[in-house]
């Protein structure tokens, strides 16, 4: 693929929220320049933690690790992560699928997305249609949009036939549920001006519950037809990608710059010989190399081994992963465009991996809050750099389109913080970096910094989030001496700790609107801004 002209487009901000998302061609403005726009390709599995790459093992980055990293086989995160800008504090403020989602599509906490638990069938969580999401902002920027895998970010509503294809009625043949969490995300304004749609489905990974855009990816269906291709979910999304990047079925304009998101289900649930690349396991985390599930495969010695018994096949998934990943980077660098891509690795939500006895995420442990942050760009970025700034979710607009050139496209609205400043200049003293981050459970909220985790967990209670319930426990992790989180202090034992981190909370909870800031919730504790 060669683009045939260098263009910028300068998208125009529209101020009322309701229209950001629709701004027409007529209204788009176009300007040639002398340097071609960056493509942007975002990256995301699911669940992968951050340590579950190899170049940690590595002794430049081995001293960087909270704790033990993973011994995992990731040639292509590993090339990323080598000759682009590593993120060692970057974390899941929500570390749940759809909120994290959320946070990263918009720019924006929950309160402001609409975004407060899993998008389920019994429930009202949803993107809004009427915010601007990174998808809208590089579309009204003249970029051509296109996202593959998995969304999770829509109400899960019954509109599907039987057979699971959308009818958008809840009248027959409609009224029936596709899944129970994810669900199609028809054409128009919960699209977010995705113009190019490869949607993968359900948490079944040799069973990927397909709709596209394109009927020459899903034997001729029309968008919202069902389609089962019965492929590992990232070996077919790799290989419509690569056909979506050479343009084989002629689905974008190549005079333009691509934006493009892929949010792969591997290495997320389930984890048995059905959803795993036994390929991968057998070449790498079989018997054979480690015979027993032990110190020398689940490393973090927070583990239970007994619960970590699935280690060898989230592994396995997380190396195939990689694997995937790698394909389409080789037919970016084949196309000539690598260069000028910027390719962002990140992931919603760490994994537990039997740390404190848990599986999965939704905790604020270091194991479900850590995730990968890479920002390769060989133009533009110093290789092997990395930083220890605090890094959100929420950041991830801003960044990336400051990145892109469209700084001032950022609606002001965005809640996250443009970095590309420091990325493009490591020296740079343009801004202070964040002294902490926003923790949020559906019960719990906290706050990160660079050596303390500060935890404040209500009692079960009422589902609302603005239902006030008693607090249960109020504790701090010091991670610099317990990096594995072992040992809960209780404030009264930090008093100059805590003196500087429940200001930071009440700030940080401010900043996100967020429930317990509106009610003042635990303000006897709590120290709220004036």
Not at 427 to 453: E, H, Q, V
Request: hydrophobic share 35%; glycine share 6%.
């Amino acid at each position: 693929m060669k683009f045939a002209f260098k263009i910028l487009v300068v998208g125009i901000l529209i101020i009322g929220c309701n229209d950001r998302g629709a701004k027409s061609d007529k209204e788009k403005t176009t300007t040639s320049l002398t340097e071609k726009q960056p493509n942007v390709l975002i990256i995301y599995p699911d669940q992968l933690r951050r340590y579950s790459a190899g170049f940690w093992s590595e002794p430049a980055y081995e001293k960087l690790v909270s704790g033990k990293p993973d011994p995992v086989i990731t040639p292509n995160m590993d090339m990323l992560a080598k000759n682009g800008i590593v993120f060692t504090h970057a974390i899941s403020n929500f570390p749940l699928c759809s909120p994290a989602r959320g946070m990263l599509l918009s720019g924006r906490y929950p309160e402001q997305n609409g975004i407060w638990n899993n998008c389920r069938d019994d429930r009202d969580e949803s993107l809004r249609d009427d915010i601007p999401v990174i998808t809208d902002l590089f579309y009204q920027s003249g970029y051509s949009t296109a996202y593959f895998g998995k969304c999770h970010w829509l109400k899960n509503d019954p509109l599907f036939d039987a057979d699971g294809n959308y009818v958008g009625s809840t009248e027959s043949p409609g009224g029936n549920y596709m899944n129970r969490y994810d669900t199609y995300v028809p054409p128009g304004k919960s699209r977010h001006n995705i113009e190019y749609m490869y949607q993968s489905i359900k948490d079944s990974h040799y069973d990927p519950h397909i709709y596209s855009s394109d009927p020459n990816t899903i034997a001729g269906k029309k968008d919202g037809e069902l389609y089962l291709p019965k492929i590992f979910s990232p070996k077919n999304e790799a290989e419509k990608i690569v056909a979506y990047l050479t343009n084989e079925n002629e689905v974008r304009d190549v005079n333009k710059p691509f934006f493009l998101m892929w949010s792969i289900n591997p290495p997320h649930n389930p984890w048995d010989d059905k959803n795993t690349d036994m390929e991968a396991l057998e070449a790498y985390y079989d018997t054979d190399n480690y015979p027993n599930i032990d110190r020398s495969l689940v490393v973090r010695e927070n583990a239970d081994l007994e619960t970590a018994q699935y280690a060898r096949h989230y592994f396995a998934n997380v190396t195939s992963t990689d694997k995937y990943i790698g394909i389409v980077l080789e037919e970016l660098e084949k196309l000539g465009e690598l260069e000028n891509t910027i390719v962002v690795l990140s992931a919603d939500h760490g994994e537990m991996l039997g740390s404190h006895g848990k599986t999965g995420k939704n905790t604020f442990e270091t194991e479900s809050l850590a995730i990968p942050f890479i920002v390769h760009w060989p133009d533009k970025l110093k290789k092997g750099t990395v930083t220890d700034v605090l890094f959100s979710v929420t950041d991830v607009l801003p960044t990336t389109m400051g990145l892109a050139g469209l700084e001032k496209e950022i609606p002001e609205e965005v809640e996250g913080i443009n970095f590309s400043k420091l990325l493009l200049d490591p020296k740079t003293n343009y801004m202070a970096k964040p002294s902490g981050a926003l923790l949020m459970l559906s019960n719990s909220r906290g706050i990160y910094t660079d050596r303390y985790t500060l935890c404040l967990d209500e009692k079960a209670g009422a589902e609302s989030k603005s239902e006030t319930k008693a607090l249960k426990e109020a504790y701090i992790y010091d991670r610099e001496k317990d990096p594995y989180q072992l040992n809960k202090i209780q404030l009264q034992d930090l008093p100059d700790v805590s003196e500087e981190l429940l200001p930071l909370l009440g700030k940080a909870l401010k900043k996100a609107n967020d429930p317990w800031y509106q009610q003042r919730r635990y303000d006897e504790l709590i120290v709220y801004p004036i």
